[in-house]
């Protein structure tokens, strides 16, 4: 598992999608605090760890990154964190199209291509 504060290359997500059979890299990011964390098997272990940092939980969602495709299809919104009807979203998606744009925009900010 990897924190995200500045910049991680395509080739290094490229490197951790092996362990998925070269097809994604979980993460989860921070809406409020601009990070990502990357390369964990679950979603929930990386949400775990971020929410032991300060996160607060209505800032956090669960996304795959597949770094072999190009980056206007390489986000994947899906991930059972998601999940999460008290804050509106009722699905593994990401509900909200504002909040879609904010994490492709955090994405694309911290994956140097």
């Known amino acids: 598992m ?5 910049k991680i290359s395509i080739e290094e997500l490229k490197k951790m999608s092996e362990k998925m059979h070269n097809s994604l890299v979980k993460a989860v990011v921070d809406l409020e605090k601009g990070i990502m964390v990357v390369d ?4 929930v272990d ?6 032991e940092e300060g996160s607060q939980q209505e800032n956090l969602w669960g996304i795959n990154i597949h770094p072999h495709k190009s980056p206007d ?5 899906d991930s059972m964190i998601n999940m999460r009807p008290s804050f509106g979203n009722r699905t593994r998606g990401v509900d909200d199209i ?12 911290l994956v140097k291509q």
């Open 98 to 109: 504002t909040i879609q744009e904010k994490i492709k925009k955090l994405v694309n900010a």
């Open 2 to 6: 990897q924190i995200v504060t500045e």
């Open 40 to 43: 964990a098997p679950m979603h």
């Open 46 to 51: 990386q949400e775990m760890f971020l929410l």
């Open 73 to 77: 299809q390489w986000i994947e919104f």
